[in-house]
């Protein structure tokens, strides 16, 4: 009479099978919540960094040469925002590079910027 079912050995190749899938699974989850993530502070970082620009235009002011750095949060994310000014060829015009960055993340930046703000006349 012959038994009818699994032997032990094709149970453990189809559970060893099912935990290669799922760990696979679990992995590729992992990876696009990362990359989410990822985008998500680029964005926010972009509009850190539009936001420091804008200020200028905003106040029709002409942004004095140096470096300037602060911390601003957005989206309730933290960022940390350095501002880099300099001269142009044309005295009427100033070059601005913004670096938005996370606070522990040292020299990557989430998003550059450059802009360049005019001395218009009032």
Same mark, same amino acid.
């Given at each position: 009479? #012959? %038994?009818?079912?699994?032997?032990?050995?094709?149970?453990?190749?189809?559970? +060893?099978?099912?935990?290669?899938?799922?760990?696979?699974?679990? #992995?590729?989850?992992?990876?696009?919540?990362?990359?989410?993530? /990822?985008? #998500? %502070?680029?964005?926010?970082?972009?509009?850190? +960094?539009? =936001? %420091?620009? =804008?200020?200028?235009?905003?106040?029709?002011?002409?942004?004095?040469? *140096?470096? $300037?750095?602060?911390?601003?949060?957005?989206? *309730?994310?933290?960022? @940390?925002?350095?501002?880099?000014?300099?001269?142009?060829? =044309?005295?009427?015009? $100033?070059?601005?590079?913004? $670096?938005?960055?996370? !606070?522990?993340? *040292?020299?990557?930046?989430? /998003? @550059?910027?450059? *802009?360049?703000?005019? =001395? /218009? !006349?009032?």
């Amino acid at each position: 009479m #012959r %038994r009818q079912g699994f032997t032990l050995i094709e149970v453990l190749v189809a559970l +060893a099978v099912i935990g290669i899938a799922l760990a696979a699974a679990v #992995r590729a989850s992992t990876a696009v919540a990362d990359g989410s993530l /990822a985008l #998500r %502070r680029h964005l926010v970082g972009g509009w850190v +960094a539009q =936001n %420091r620009l =804008n200020g200028y235009l905003a106040r029709s002011e002409f942004p004095d040469i *140096g470096t $300037r750095e602060g911390r601003e949060t957005q989206v *309730g994310t933290e960022f @940390v925002w350095r501002e880099s000014v300099s001269e142009t060829p =044309n005295k009427s015009f $100033r070059r601005v590079e913004v $670096r938005v960055s996370a !606070p522990e993340s *040292g020299d990557h930046a989430d /998003a @550059v910027l450059i *802009g360049y703000i005019a =001395n /218009a !006349p009032r």
